[in-house]
């Protein structure tokens, strides 16, 4: 008889012991591919939630540059270019520049690919008496509307310009002289309207009234000229003072750059901190799943090696049970001529086909299972597709361990009986 033929028949005599061998097999691979799965669909489920957590906390952070950006803008322009013979001790002692500058250096920085500041704005200051104020002292400050760089988009002004025709005036000014917004004044025999009244800002603003720039010019009797260009650091070139000069100095020989150090350190600060913050909670949301992934397969790392050690003790009983019932039946098989490989590989093949069988039905449900077990975790499979649950290599590997395993669970006892002699057997029975 054919040995196909014999370990068919024998398996469909002893359905029991068949059964529950696949039963053994079908509990250690389900189990091993049920956790696979679970942990596959958690690294795909939490892959997806990272991208999209990611996307939504930059965005987020984002915005927050860009509010602080907004925020620190009001502190105001934190770089002063100056003329280079102005002497810097009368400069601080009298709160603004007297050294004048052509008003053309500011179109020559625009034509140039400027990196390290931007909002450019052009100013000319003088103390002056307001002669139809009782000669009252105060500052007068010509403006225009900021320079645009030419390789950079338009931004909007940091500083409103004031229009020619129009006068605004500190807070001092305003409560001294009783003016408001809406009156009309005269300041060097020329008629303006106050266009805004400026909060108290605790410093010499608050004495300063300003005008068009053309206009100061004007009235100054300083024509083309400027004594300071207002500018801002560019915080996404990191640039210091230092790298600031040597740009200026490149184009602008005759100049000089201050930095207004307090406003540029709040500046950079606030808005450094909020990128490293940026930084920070993404790194925070990387690590608490790679902690949550790494408690998962722990689990796995000593629930999967028991199982399977079970399993393979439970099938070594099975069939050492089979083969002690069933001494008389192998010493015939022997009597006629079986040789002890045929015996051999009757058991063998009857545990791979036990294994095989087991490997089929417990990967189909073990998948089931890790699926459903991953949706009450609350991953849903229908947010990245059942299919991507599908694990070809653990499938294969299952389909080829299991029948390997039962057939060196069975290998000892079916060598036991392999190893029987006939007569003796026989004899005994």
Known sequence: MHISRLVLQEIRYRKIDFILGVFAVVVASGCLVAVMTLLRGHALRVSELMEAQQADTLSLMRA?????????????????????????????????????????????????????IRHLLPTLHEKITWDEQDNLPVILV??????????????????????????RIGSVL???????KGDTVRLKGRSFTISEVQPPRGNADDVTVWVHLKTAQE?????????????????????????IRKELLAILPDTQAIELVSRSVVRDEARSRVSALSRETVEDQAEHHAQLREAREAFAAWLVPLILVGATVWIGLLTLGNVRERTTEIGIWRALGFRSTQVLRIFVTRAMITGLAGAAL??????????????????SAGSIGAGALVDMPLLAAVLLLSPLLTALASWLPAMLAAQQDPAQVLRQE
């Open 142 to 167: 010509g403006v225009r509307g900021e320079a645009t760089l030419a390789h950079r988009p338009p931004r909007k002004s940091m500083l409103d310009p004031v229009q020619p025709g129009e006068i």
């Open 174 to 180: 305003h409560e001294r002289l009783g003016l408001n």
């Open 219 to 243: 009235m100054l009797k300083r024509p083309g000229k400027i004594n300071a260009i207002m500018a801002l650091s560019c915080h996404c070139q990191g640039a210091p003072i230092e790298g």
């Open 362 to 379: 417990g990967w189909a449900g073990g998948f089931l299972v890790g699926v459903l077990w991953s949706r009450a975790e609350g991953v």
């Open 64 to 116: 927050a540059e860009d509010d602080y950006r907004k925020i620190t803008k009001k502190l105001g322009y934190n770089i002063l270019i100056l003329a280079k013979e102005q002497d810097l001790n009368a400069f601080h002692t009298q709160g603004y520049a007297t050294a004048l500058m052509p008003e053309s250096y500011v179109e020559q920085l625009v034509n140039q690919k400027v990196m390290t």
